[in-house]
């Protein structure tokens, strides 16, 4: 296995869980992928060379029950024309294929799934919504950094809710040249809130790689081991 897709695993299990990426028992190559907003698991196989060459989808390994007919076929489908557009030779693809697919799948009704809207409990207004009378964030600057010509700045500030990490996102690319001229604005945070029930806590992590193949998850991933929360980092 090479050093490229032990990281890759690391991060895709520390973001969607110890088992979104798992080597199947007895096969060197051969992994099981799950894929976010669908319950049809796919089954890929890496070559010794990648990431120079291209993994394969080999096909799908579960589909879920209550799916409709053909529903496992359209995903593979699917992933594997999505797996076309996101590789790119010497670069890691599996995070991005997942984003891809997650995005995509969202957008189907989730009967097709298998999912009940029964089962997904609303989140609260005020964690998603914009925040209401908006104040401008305090953000602690990095000094730069230079390597191999590029210049790399980081900023970070406390959040409380998704909606307030929208928010000051578009604020920082209104207000700050720098910022919206940034060839990549990679961005991570972990939020932890309670809903209703005070013994519910409620976890919010994401990132955003901007274009910059797979770099919001190894940032998110480096949040999670310092255990951080509470904070956006751009």
């Keep these: ?94 995070f991005d294929l997942m984003e891809r697919l997650a995005v995509d799948l969202a957008e189907e009704p989730t009967e097709d799934r298998g999912i009940s809207n029964a089962s997904v409990e609303p989140l609260p207004d005020r964690l998603l919504a914009p925040e209401p009378t908006f104040e401008a964030p305090s953000w602690t600057v990095s000094k730069p950094v230079t390597e191999k010509k590029s210049v790399f700045l980081a900023r970070a500030c406390a959040v409380t809710s998704p909606g307030q990490v929208q928010s000051y996102i578009s604020h920082l690319l209104s207000t700050d040249k720098r910022a919206a001229k940034a060839t990549h604005n990679i961005s991570a945070y972990r939020i932890r809130s309670h809903s209703v029930n005070p013994e519910t806590e409620l976890v919010f992590q994401d990132c955003d790689d901007d274009g910059e193949n797979a770099a919001g998850g190894r940032l998110l991933h480096l949040l999670q081991v310092m255990n951080v929360w509470g904070v956006l980092v751009v």
Excluded: W
């Design 1 to 94: 296995m090479s050093e490229e897709l032990t990281n890759e695993i690391e991060v895709i299990n520390s973001i969607y869980g110890i088992e979104a990426l798992q080597q199947v028992s007895g096969e060197s190559d051969i992994y099981i992928l799950s894929l976010v907003n669908s319950n049809v698991t796919l089954r890929l196989s890496f070559p010794f060379e990648y990431p120079e060459t291209a993994p394969q989808i080999l096909g799908t390994e579960t589909t879920g029950d209550s799916v409709r007919k053909g529903y496992g076929k359209h995903v593979l489908d699917m992933a594997r024309e999505t797996l076309k557009d996101v590789y790119v030779p010497g670069l890691v693809c599996v």
